[in-house]
């Protein structure tokens, strides 16, 4: 995509990909490091000395459980990091029985799609739920249909780190809102944050290039440098 000059809008977590000073990459989203330092003064917070991480094998779930080590580390916290291969993986009672015997305060659920409602099953078959905090460290239970389904009762008492916001938050912008009600008619539920940045990037792009002159790539990307756009929650500047 460098090569080629098409503009990338990433909506990942991914903490350096936007400081290695490519020009076509572009993200509204926040970072990894971002959030594992808000996962991590929250568990201060609590109280928490004894962190166990457990991650699938990608690049977020790798990137994650790394941030979440560093900082726990430099808090002064034990910490047992665990990571197992997301696509082979069926059964993860061997890191959970490690996990158990850890006694850990706070325990990270850094599994991805599948995988994560793995562990709570399996969680609370070795009985570390409901007896050990959880936190995941993206907010799909905010797909409140989907995580009680499929996470169940073990999914009471989740924390994990998000935008807060409400629809009637002065806040949320003009596309907030607007989206905000759509989403809400189409799905009965309040979208979340990532739907919202992900929508409010296709916006972004719409107005660059209804401002790019020339109308090709070169063009779209001086638009996106020259102007400061609005996002669901604030404008925003590349």
Known sequence: AERLGVPIFIENGHSTVTAQGRRTIFRT??????????MIDFAVTRGVTRLAVVAAD??????TAQALQDLATQRGMDVLR???????????????RKVRDFRPDLLVNG?????NYLLYRQAVEVGLLPEVPLMVPFGYPMRSADFWRFAGTAGLGTVWPAT?????????????RWFTGEYRQRYGSTPPDTALSAFTDVTIIARAMATASPADR?????????????????????
């Open 111 to 115: 599994a991805v799609v599948r995988t």
């Open 218 to 238: 070169d063009g779209l990307i001086a638009s996106l440098e020259a102007q400061s756009f609005p996002t669901w929650r604030g404008p925003v500047r590349f």
């Open 58 to 63: 990608t690049v977020f779930g790798l990137s």
């Open 164 to 176: 807060f916001y409400r629809p009637s938050w002065p806040g949320l912008t003009g596309v907030g």
């Open 29 to 38: 989203y926040f970072t990894v490091t971002e959030r594992a330092k808000l």
């Open 82 to 96: 665990l990571a197992f291969p997301q696509d082979a993986t069926d059964d993860l009672l061997p890191e959970l």
